[in-house]
């Protein structure tokens, strides 16, 4: 008779081995990546995804999902083969084109890319800063939105980090505020192997990481043998009952099962080699050909069935939340899916009239807060803080309540005193958009965006909804002298790819600077504020022009067609050409003024547009209190420049300015040079 006995299940162990054969054949097929960390931190990521980990591979969308955070970004082939067995669509193909061109399993998970990833890691520690914000998402919307026995949100926020990621300072910056903000659905699994590309990390990295947690406010589990799925699983357990973030300190040997490279650095950042995979194959009993994952074994990792079960559960929830509090029902969903309310537009409106009728001549940082007084209160979503520069970035308005949390539990706001934080500030608020529900703001000095410069790149790289304010942006800040006077870093900023940047120049333009990075859903923008106050000009209120990035902003005397020449200005430079603009009227030398205050939003303007606001034939001048070789491509050759290209000095800003050249008559005499040149050629 045929044996009807039932196929036995597969061992933990076997599990475990499925990722960690799909992580070297996949890195030996590429011959590139990191195999090291997929293979000693197998039995981790089973004891998590297998064991705890609640989301819905058929849904990776669904908002109640736990997240989850690869740090160490380096090993996504544990990531790519746990979303892969779990059920997510990317199946077995695009694993054995890992790291190859289009494929959906590039070096590094990429946020968009790859079904299942939250968030683009790599540059270590940015991760766990990224789930930092994530679960201060989660605890400020449950505080919002749930109500009694109708907890809509409440899910956790897990990541996986190595050495690398707790070198680098950001990994202190975060969990500092993450204990600070006693974030209690946060756990964080430091995979303890010891080995980083160099070698043995003790000779260079001997922190008590656990002492050092323990002083962040955290709870701390272990060490415990990492290699024991069971321990890990008992340490994820004890983390949900804590009242504070978690960290599990998990002792791993990084390249474990294979027989030759364990616990060595060459099994770190290169393919193991055709003999060592087949020697690790042994060794581990897996005795399937590459990329092939037996069907008992790919069945018992399924994760879609208990998944739509999860999800299905807490839909229900969800139902009788709509039927109680259908107003709050609404609200949440739009927050959700990252919809502004219906009353926003007319706020705009409403906002710019009214900045143009007081043609107020502010410092822009201020134009800025009157933008946030009116802008935050329509947009409930909004949240935001500074790196301990409140009062001068002016990132707070004056209805919005701090957050803060103590022994008594959370008081909700949305104004966040970041301290002085400013790259996990920024990586936080790059958390909080990709959570969802939130439009996050942060500020700082812009010379001191350099701290923060990555976080813009992954914000610009992940096509994230978040909002940088940089104040004192030029020489014009003054006293505080060159260590303080930004540069170069306008035009460093505008060379991000999907980054929009604008530098405004009064209360019209600081507006409409506001909206446009509220109402973007598809990139990050910076907003370059001035510390000084700039001349309100303006003869008319158009913001529609000023949405196009580049316009018209003063016509030259007599109308367009007898402009001889165009000034180009942005910020607080405008109100300077207006002037030179009027000298030269008397001179009888019309020019026409074009205000750029995001050259990102110009540049996309279609060809007819922008030679309609930089008419061709016509001399140019550009003057910006930065660096000059930026404004080249809209002068061209025949034009000039006047800039600031080298550092500043320390001295009253009108000093500064009259020391660099940028004055009106310096402009003036710089126009007229520039047309006698061209009657001479």
Same mark, same amino acid.
């Given at each position: 008779?045929?044996?009807?006995?039932?196929? !036995?299940?597969?061992?933990?162990?076997?599990?475990?081995?499925?990722?960690?054969?799909?992580?070297?054949?996949?890195?030996?097929?590429?011959?590139?990546?990191? !195999?090291?960390?997929?293979?000693?931190?197998?039995?981790?990521? /089973?004891?998590?995804?297998?064991?705890?980990?609640?989301?819905? !591979? $058929?849904?990776?969308?669904?908002?109640? *999902?736990?997240? @989850?955070?690869?740090?160490n970004g380096h090993g996504s082939m544990l990531l790519y083969a746990a979303l892969h067995l779990t059920g997510y669509d990317l199946p077995i193909g695009q694993l054995s084109e890992f790291r190859q061109l289009?494929?959906?399993?590039?070096?590094?998970?990429?946020?968009?890319?790859?079904?299942?990833v939250e968030t683009t890691t790599g540059p270590l520690g940015q991760g766990l800063a990224n789930a930092v914000g994530m679960a201060l998402a989660e605890k400020l919307l449950a505080a919002e939105f749930n109500?009694?026995? #109708?907890?809509?949100?409440?899910?956790?926020? /897990?990541?996986?980090?190595?050495?690398?990621? #707790?070198?680098?300072?950001?990994?202190?910056?975060?969990?500092?505020?993450?204990?600070?903000?006693?974030?209690?659905?946060?756990?964080?699994? /430091?995979?303890?192997?010891?080995?980083?590309?160099?070698?043995? %990390?003790?000779?260079?990295?001997?922190?008590?990481?656990?002492?050092?947690?323990?002083?962040?406010?955290?709870?701390?589990?272990?060490?415990?043998?990492?290699?024991? $799925?069971?321990?890990?699983?008992?340490?994820?357990?004890?983390?949900?009952?804590?009242?504070?973030?978690?960290?599990?300190?998990?002792?791993?040997?990084?390249? *474990?099962?294979?027989?030759?490279?364990?616990?060595?650095?060459?099994?770190?950042?290169?393919?193991?080699?055709?003999?060592? %995979?087949?020697?690790?194959?042994?060794? &581990?009993?897996? !005795?399937?050909?590459?990329?092939?994952?037996?069907?008992?074994?790919?069945?018992?990792?399924?994760?879609?069935?208990?998944?739509?079960?999860?999800?299905?559960?807490?839909?229900?929830?969800?139902?009788?939340?709509?039927?109680?509090?259908?107003?709050?029902?609404?609200?949440?969903?739009?927050?959700?899916?990252?919809?502004?309310?219906?009353?926003?537009?007319?706020?705009?409106?409403?906002? %710019?009239?009214?900045?143009?009728?007081? *043609?107020?001549?502010?410092?822009?940082?201020?134009?800025?807060?009157?933008?946030?007084?009116?802008?935050?209160?329509?947009?409930?979503?909004?949240?935001?803080?500074?790196?301990?520069?409140?009062? =001068?970035?002016?990132?707070?308005? =004056?209805?919005?309540?701090?957050?803060?949390?103590?022994?008594?539990?959370?008081?909700?706001?949305?104004?966040?005193?970041?301290?002085?934080?400013? @790259?996990?500030?920024?990586?936080?608020?790059?958390?909080?958009?990709?959570?969802?529900?939130?439009?996050?703001? %942060?500020?700082?000095?812009?010379?001191?965006?350099?701290?923060?410069?990555?976080?813009?790149?992954?914000?610009?790289?992940?096509?994230?909804?978040?909002?940088?304010?940089?104040?004192?942006?030029? &020489?014009?800040?003054?006293?505080?002298?060159?260590?303080?006077?930004?540069?170069?870093?306008?035009?460093?900023?505008?060379? &991000?790819?999907?980054?929009?940047?604008?530098?405004?120049?009064?209360?019209?333009?600081?507006?409409? $600077?506001?909206?446009?990075?509220?109402?973007?859903?598809?990139?990050?923008?910076?907003?370059? #504020?001035?510390?000084?106050?700039?001349?309100?000009?303006?003869?008319?209120?158009?913001?529609?022009?000023?949405?196009?990035?580049? /316009?018209?902003?003063?016509?030259?005397?007599?109308?367009?067609?007898?402009?001889?020449?165009?000034?180009?200005?942005?910020?607080?430079?405008?109100?300077?050409?207006?002037?030179?603009?009027?000298?030269?009227?008397?001179?009888?030398?019309?020019?026409?003024?074009?205000? &750029?205050?995001?050259?990102?939003?110009?540049?996309?303007?279609? $060809?007819?547009?922008?030679?309609?606001?930089?008419?061709?034939?016509?001399?140019?001048?550009?003057?910006?209190?930065?660096?000059?070789?930026?404004?080249?491509?809209?002068?061209?050759?025949?034009?000039?420049?006047?800039?600031?290209?080298?550092?500043?000095? =320390?001295?009253?800003?009108?000093?500064?300015?009259?020391? @660099?050249?940028?004055?009106?008559?310096? #402009?003036?005499?710089?126009?007229?040079?520039?047309?006698?040149?061209?009657?001479?050629?």
């Amino acid at each position: 008779m045929p044996d009807t006995s039932a196929t !036995p299940l597969p061992t933990g162990a076997q599990m475990c081995n499925a990722l960690r054969a799909l992580a070297m054949d996949a890195v030996q097929k590429a011959n590139s990546g990191h !195999p090291g960390m997929p293979m000693g931190m197998a039995e981790i990521a /089973y004891a998590l995804w297998h064991r705890h980990l609640r989301h819905n !591979p $058929a849904d990776p969308g669904w908002c109640d *999902r736990d997240r @989850f955070v690869l740090s160490n970004g380096h090993g996504s082939m544990l990531l790519y083969a746990a979303l892969h067995l779990t059920g997510y669509d990317l199946p077995i193909g695009q694993l054995s084109e890992f790291r190859q061109l289009h494929s959906r399993t590039p070096g590094h998970p990429e946020f968009g890319l790859t079904p299942g990833v939250e968030t683009t890691t790599g540059p270590l520690g940015q991760g766990l800063a990224n789930a930092v914000g994530m679960a201060l998402a989660e605890k400020l919307l449950a505080a919002e939105f749930n109500r009694p026995g #109708l907890p809509i949100i409440d899910h956790r926020t /897990y990541v996986f980090a190595g050495d690398g990621c #707790l070198m680098e300072g950001i990994s202190h910056e975060a969990a500092s505020l993450a204990g600070t903000w006693r974030l209690a659905k946060l756990a964080v699994v /430091y995979d303890d192997n010891g080995i980083s590309i160099d070698g043995e %990390v003790k000779h260079w990295f001997t922190d008590d990481t656990a002492a050092r947690f323990r002083a962040y406010r955290w709870n701390v589990i272990g060490p415990l043998d990492g290699h024991d $799925a069971d321990a890990v699983a008992r340490a994820i357990a004890q983390a949900r009952q804590s009242d504070r973030p978690t960290l599990v300190v998990a002792r791993t040997v990084i390249g *474990r099962g294979s027989p030759n490279r364990a616990g060595s650095e060459k099994a770190h950042g290169e393919a193991l080699g055709e003999s060592e %995979v087949s020697a690790t194959r042994a060794a &581990i009993g897996w !005795p399937h050909p590459p990329f092939h994952v037996p069907a008992a074994i790919a069945a018992a990792w399924d994760a879609r069935a208990e998944g739509a079960r999860r999800q299905s559960k807490w839909a229900d929830l969800l139902a009788r939340y709509e039927r109680q509090y259908p107003d709050l029902a609404a609200e949440f969903h739009r927050r959700m899916r990252g919809e502004l309310p219906a009353g926003f537009g007319a706020a705009v409106t409403q906002a %710019v009239a009214a900045a143009h009728d007081r *043609r107020e001549s502010l410092a822009t940082r201020k134009a800025s807060q009157l933008a946030l007084e009116a802008l935050a209160e329509a947009a409930p979503e909004m949240i935001g803080g500074s790196a301990d520069l409140t009062g =001068s970035n002016l990132t707070r308005w =004056s209805r919005a309540a701090a957050l803060r949390v103590d022994e008594s539990g959370l008081t909700p706001g949305r104004h966040i005193n970041f301290g002085v934080r400013e @790259f996990g500030m920024s990586a936080i608020a790059n958390g909080l958009a990709l959570h969802g529900g939130f439009i996050p703001f %942060v500020g700082t000095f812009l010379v001191f965006s350099d701290y923060a410069r990555n976080a813009l790149r992954m914000a610009a790289l992940m096509r994230q909804r978040v909002v940088f304010v940089f104040t004192h942006d030029s &020489i014009g800040l003054g006293e505080d002298g060159p260590t303080h006077q930004a540069v170069e870093h306008a035009a460093s900023l505008r060379l &991000i790819p999907n980054m929009d940047v604008w530098r405004p120049c009064d209360t019209v333009e600081t507006l409409i $600077a506001w909206s446009h990075a509220i109402e973007r859903r598809d990139g990050p923008t910076s907003l370059l #504020l001035s510390r000084q106050s700039v001349q309100f000009l303006r003869g008319k209120a158009d913001a529609d022009a000023v949405r196009r990035g580049g /316009y018209v902003f003063s016509e030259a005397s007599g109308g367009a067609r007898r402009a001889r020449a165009v000034l180009i200005a942005t910020g607080s430079e405008v109100p300077l050409a207006v002037q030179a603009q009027a000298q030269l009227a008397l001179a009888g030398v019309p020019v026409r003024v074009v205000s &750029i205050p995001s050259t990102t939003v110009f540049d996309r303007q279609d $060809a007819a547009y922008k030679s309609g606001v930089l008419p061709e034939g016509l001399p140019r001048v550009a003057i910006e209190a930065g660096v000059t070789d930026f404004w080249w491509k809209y002068v061209r050759a025949g034009g000039a420049v006047l800039g600031v290209d080298r550092f500043g000095e =320390s001295a009253p800003a009108p000093e500064i300015y009259r020391h @660099f050249g940028l004055t009106v008559e310096n #402009l003036v005499a710089t126009v007229q040079s520039v047309l006698s040149r061209e009657r001479q050629s």
